[in-house]
């Protein structure tokens, strides 16, 4: 092989790593907004029930850091192999 080959082929995997952790990390924002937004709109109707919702919502949005953390590890360690 040649060292342009290896070179473009390098550079197409850390691209595609950037891509997909982009990607990962826009979805993830996208999901704990909803989480936020929802959450702040069951408050409203039921200020009662603040301690479960709020309870239920940071649960949630721990969840889907941590898959977001792992997508975005598995984008790394794919282009760095």
């Given at each position: ?23 990962v ?8 907004g ?10 409203a ?7 479960k ?16 953390l ?10 760095t192999?």
């Open positions: 092989m040649n060292h342009f080959g290896l070179l473009l082929d390098a550079s197409l995997a850390l691209v595609g790593a950037g891509i997909g952790a982009s990607i990390a826009i979805a993830a924002g996208f999901g704990i909803k989480i936020g937004s929802s959450a702040m709109e069951a408050i109707r039921q200020p009662e029930a603040s301690g919702v709020q309870t239920a919502m940071i649960i949630a949005c721990a969840l889907i850091e941590g898959v977001a792992f997508a975005v590890l598995t984008c790394l360690l794919i282009a192999k």
